[in-house]
């Protein structure tokens, strides 16, 4: 059972990057799933920057109409497509899921120990 993301890279200042996480092991229809990142030197963030079920995006105001969170439970993928990527963005980038069976509604704004699965990392680097 796990979480695996993918897609990081070094990309230029407005450029763009598109993130996977691929679950095995279970399926991600019960589960929302959040995007975290760690930037250089500092903790990893405590609530995603971007969150969804399996109908509802939410985005904190600073990724807000740059980045988009998608999902395919077909294939039990999630997306995030970065664009216009800025420095700030360096990071390493981490998706999670969290059970909307035992949280319902509830999930949304939830803190990161309260997410059952977590892939590995993966390193976006926004640099010229």
């Known amino acids: 059972v796990q979480l695996q993301a993918s897609g990081g890279g070094l990309v230029q200042p407005g450029g763009s990057l598109r993130l996977s996480c691929a679950a095995s092991g279970f399926t991600l229809d019960y589960y929302a799933v959040g995007w975290f990142r760690q930037a250089p030197g500092k903790e990893r963030e405590k609530v995603p920057f971007a969150c969804m079920s399996n109908e509802n995006a939410y985005y904190v105001d600073s990724v807000k109409g740059r980045f988009t969170i998608s999902r395919d439970n077909a294939k039990n993928l999630v997306y995030l497509q970065m664009n216009s990527l800025k420095p700030e963005d360096t990071a390493v980038y981490y998706c999670?899921?969290?059970?909307?069976?035992?949280?319902?509604?509830?999930?949304?704004?939830?803190?990161?120990?309260?997410?059952?699965?977590w892939g590995q990392g993966t390193l976006v680097t926004v640099s010229s």
């Open positions: 999670a899921a969290i059970s909307m069976l035992r949280y319902g509604s509830s999930w949304y704004g939830a803190a990161d120990y309260l997410y059952e699965y």
